[in-house]
């Protein structure tokens, strides 16, 4: 059974810090793109940040360049967010997606809120 499993996420005040983990199982993790969306209330769900299989290449969203790192270790068939400097307008559902050709993975996404 496929499952890929979100957490790290909270509230946590403008400037600071969190660490989003995405755990996956149930396919061949390695040979997966994966990506980092989120979806903001009245918003539609956008592409933060992106990661190859194998190789490791990355790409962002501009808004989000320079404060999030997109990594992965195919060890533990996980995939990381880490996200500096927060600011309220990151704030959202953030969902972790696996790709391979035709298929396409989903978790059921965790909550992050910047708020002071």
């Known amino acids: 059974q496929v499952q890929l499993v979100e957490s790290g996420g909270g509230l946590v005040q403008p400037g600071g810090s969190l660490t989003l983990s995405c755990a996956a199982s149930?396919?061949?993790?390695?040979?997966?793109?994966l990506y980092w969306y989120r979806q903001a209330p009245g918003k539609e769900r956008e592409l933060v940040a992106g990661?190859?299989?194998?190789?490791?290449?990355?790409s962002y969203a501009d808004s989000v360049k320079g404060r999030l790192t997109i990594d992965r270790d195919n060890g533990k068939s996980t995939v990381y967010l880490q996200m500096n400097s927060l600011k309220p307008e990151d704030t959202a559902v953030y969902y972790c997606?696996?790709?391979?050709?035709?298929?396409?993975?989903w978790g059921q996404g965790t909550q992050v809120t910047v708020s002071s």
């Open positions: 990661i190859a299989n194998f190789g490791g290449g990355t």
């Open positions: 997606n696996a790709r391979y050709m035709d298929i396409s993975y």
């Open positions: 149930g396919f061949t993790f390695n040979k997966y793109m």
